[in-house]
């Protein structure tokens, strides 16, 4: 018998075509066959309906499956899509401290981390520190050039704005 992770995984695999209704019953009908306390449920549950375009419902979902202890990679992505999600719901500030909570992990996720805060920073105003997040991050995947990249967007929050005058240290 197929195990439920990948029964989960078979759902979001076929999500482009089954649609977001479907995901979403899908997914819940999985999600019933776990006990209440499991926080891999409350993970999948919350995924399916931020999918769905459906923040409001997915963020105490995303909350609850972290207060009853999700772990390992799924916890990092729990992290990810609710900074993600609060971000959508025009909180920015509060994305970023999500984000905070994650971005000393190891593993494949950094990348993402970097994105998601790149897109906080971003809807909170700071177009030059988003710009300086996602270039470092571009940067060891460059060819060429990776160093220079690398200094310039690490500079970019401090530079002073076409007309402004460089901060003198007051």
Do not use: C
């Amino acid at each position: 018998m197929i195990d439920w992770q990948e029964r989960i995984d078979a759902v979001w695999a076929a999500a482009s075509e089954l649609g977001e209704e479907q995901v979403l019953a899908g997914i819940d009908a999985l999600v019933s066959e776990l006990p209440p306390d499991d926080p891999r449920g409350w993970f999948e549950a919350a995924g399916a309906r931020d999918s769905a375009g459906l923040e409001s419902d997915a963020e105490p979902r995303y909350r609850r499956a972290l207060d009853l202890g999700l772990d390992g990679r799924a916890r990092i992505e729990a992290h990810i899509q609710l900074a993600s999600t609060v971000r959508n719901l025009g909180r920015p500030e509060e994305a970023l401290a999500l984000l905070d909570a994650v971005s000393d992990e190891p593993g494949d996720l950094v990348d993402a981390i970097a994105a998601f805060r790149a897109l906080a920073l971003a809807s909170a105003g700071r177009a030059d520190a988003a710009a300086s997040v996602a270039l470092v991050a571009l940067a060891p995947h460059l060819t060429q050039y990776r160093r220079s990249v690398d200094a310039y967007a690490r500079e970019l929050p401090a530079r002073p704005k076409a007309g402004e005058e460089p901060d003198a240290g007051v």
